[in-house]
């Protein structure tokens, strides 16, 4: 494609490099951006930097945070020996959206793929070594996604926390809360035949 | 279950069609290359979304056209149901069930089962085994909704592993921990796939000696015979036993994935021993054990869809074919043949009721 302006090229070529984004969507984008009171531009322009300036890891858990130590593991009221080990920071917003949860997490940043190029090591995995190893921990819940990859990482995990000794727990995998078993696909509804829990604690939950 | 009407616009040959069929047994009767096929391929396309012969999708729009699309309507359970499937060039299949779009093509399968029985089956004999790989995952994906399940993340874990391997080699090091991890995934899903097939061997084993038995009048015993290195040890041990080659080859050279079938007549090999009319009797015996499978497995009787019938089989043959299929607790049959008097007289006297298309005319 021409461009008139070598300046509205540029834009549109660093525009189309995100995820997503090919170069007609990237033009229309700049030529909106161009349309807009440039202090919108300048928010936008601003916001993107401090982005990638201000943003830490936080040295606990490794989500994403402002400070040394994310929100979630500062907070006092938190039970610190609870800790539940998650891909990314979706997984964190998605169960603190919830509410159910007291315990602090512990982000991966990824899943175990070697067809996507990740290995253990590209993970954030001797951090949470490190962490059992101080021997605070009294239960670690794998709360990863029930695809290929994250059970290959549960168990990579499991393997290399064979000292700890603590509990060790998976989230529950089974019926949707408030789906019909006909309409359930059938390698969900097996496997929630095989673990299926006591009746006791089912009525617990649902009181 | 069966096929009531097919309406078909740009699929392969017919720009346009409309039938309406028996619900027993249909012929289709027309030279070479008028279309008979394809409208075989257009009731298998309804009743797994995909084409028997051709492998691409966009392969199956009328040249010249830029969509096409198969409307069927079946009667199952005492209902009518209309099932249509479209596909626009460089869009999405789309699959609807009385006007309602699939959320998963996945759902669709299995609910309108068909059997082919085709001259291209011989590909099974004389191909590699990845096409009796394919005939058997194809086959126990439909009776089993777990097997997909499993095969799915199988193969997944097996690329995985690969990928691993190679990475092993080019980087010069080593991760018996990342490599467990991904054995661990193999091993669970190779064993009921192993499983599985085991006892679809089992139980098609049979009616293959049955079936072939019936179709050939005499009295050779026909096998089939699941090879597997599963059979005596597990994944996980085999792949430790080959480790140090699947480094050097930086790929899986062990699992369900090198498994195979052997086909036998009087415990000789079918691919090497038997006559072209051995090889095609052994065929029509194996889909016709197949067909009982799926009937068995999922309680529906499928549409047998009887491609060129008359290739390398004698009138006789045919006939008693024919018969059988029709008499015994077969549903819906649709034949294909060259021959407009030879398929008239032996239908007619097999089924009044049949119905005969002239294809040619038709298009």
């Not at chain 1, 945070?65 to 609870?82: N, V």
């Not at chain 2, 096929?3 to 047994?25: D, I, V």
């Not at chain 2, 607790?329 to 119905?355: C, K, L, S, W, Y």
Request: charged share 25%; with cysteine; net charge neutral.
């Amino acid at each position: 494609m021409e461009y008139s302006s070598k300046y509205l090229e540029k834009a549109v070529e660093e525009i189309s490099g995100l995820p997503g984004i090919g170069k007609k969507t990237a033009l229309r984008l700049a030529l909106h951006l161009l349309r807009e009171e440039e202090s919108a531009t300048q928010h936008l322009a601003q916001s993107l930097l401090d982005l990638k300036e201000k943003v830490k890891h936080c040295k606990s858990c490794g989500n994403i945070s402002d400070s040394q130590l994310c929100d979630i593991c500062a907070h006092p009221g938190r039970q610190k020996d609870l800790v539940c080990i998650v891909e990314d920071i979706r997984d964190v917003m998605a169960i603190e959206n919830t509410g159910q949860y007291k315990g602090i997490y512990h982000v991966l940043g990824g899943l175990i793929s070697p067809m996507d190029g990740i290995g253990p090591n590209d993970l954030n995995i001797e951090m949470l070594v490190n962490k059992v190893a101080e021997g605070q921990i009294h239960e670690l819940i794998f709360g990863l996604s029930t695809t290929m990859e994250g059970e290959t990482t549960a168990f990579y995990l499991f393997k290399r926390l064979a000292d700890f000794k603590g509990k060790l727990s998976a989230i529950a995998r089974g019926i949707a809360v408030g789906d019909q078993l006909e309409y359930a696909d059938e390698v969900t509804l097996a496997r929630s035949i095989v673990n299926r829990v006591p009746y006791e604690k089912s009525i617990e939950q649902n009181s | 279950m069966f096929l009531k009407e097919l309406h078909l616009q740009n699929f392969k040959s017919w720009s346009q069609a409309h039938f309406t069929f028996s619900p027993k047994l249909n012929a289709f009767v027309g030279l070479n290359g008028a279309g008979k096929t394809n409208l075989l391929d257009a009731i298998h396309y309804l009743s797994l979304t995909k084409s028997y012969f051709s492998n691409t999708d966009a392969q199956n729009i009328l040249d010249g056209a830029d969509f096409f699309s198969i409307d069927g309507t079946f009667h199952r359970k005492e209902k009518e149901e209309r099932i249509h499937c479209a596909l626009k060039k460089g869009q999405k299949k789309t699959l609807r069930k009385n006007k309602k779009e699939y959320e998963k093509l996945a759902d669709h399968i299995g609910q309108y089962p068909s059997v082919v029985i085709s001259p291209y089956d011989r590909d099974l004999i004389t191909e590699s085994s990845e096409t009796r790989r394919r005939f058997m995952d194809t086959v126990l994906s439909q009776g089993h909704s777990q097997y997909l399940f499993h095969l799915m993340r199988y193969n997944k874990a097996l690329q995985q592993r690969n990928r691993l391997l190679k990475y092993f080699a080019a980087n010069h090091t080593f991760d018996a921990l990342s490599l467990e991890a991904l054995e661990v995934q193999m091993q669970e899903h190779a064993e009921p796939l192993y499983a599985m097939r085991q006892s679809f061997c089992d139980e098609l084993q049979p009616k293959i000696t049955y079936y072939y038995q019936f179709i050939s009048l005499g009295r050779e015993e026909a096998s089939l015979t699941y090879k597997s290195q599963l059979h005596e040890t597990r994944l996980r041990d085999l792949l430790q036993e080959n480790l140090t080659k699947d480094k050097v080859n930086q790929y899986t050279g062990v699992g369900p994935h090198r498994d195979d079938l052997i086909f036998k007549l009087q415990e000789k090999s079918v691919r090497k021993f038997g006559s072209q009319g051995q090889q095609k009797s052994f065929l029509i015996a194996l889909k016709l054990a197949q067909y009982d499978f799926i009937q068995k497995k999922l309680g529906i009787t499928p549409i047998l869809l009887l491609d060129d019938i008359f290739d390398k089989l004698d009138e006789d043959r045919v006939a008693k074919l024919i018969k059988l299929v029709h008499d015994e607790e077969f549903g819906q049959i649709f034949i294909t043949d060259t021959h407009p008097e030879r398929t008239r007289a032996m239908v007619r006297e097999i089924d009044p009721q049949a119905q005969i298309f002239n294809v040619s005319e038709a298009s």
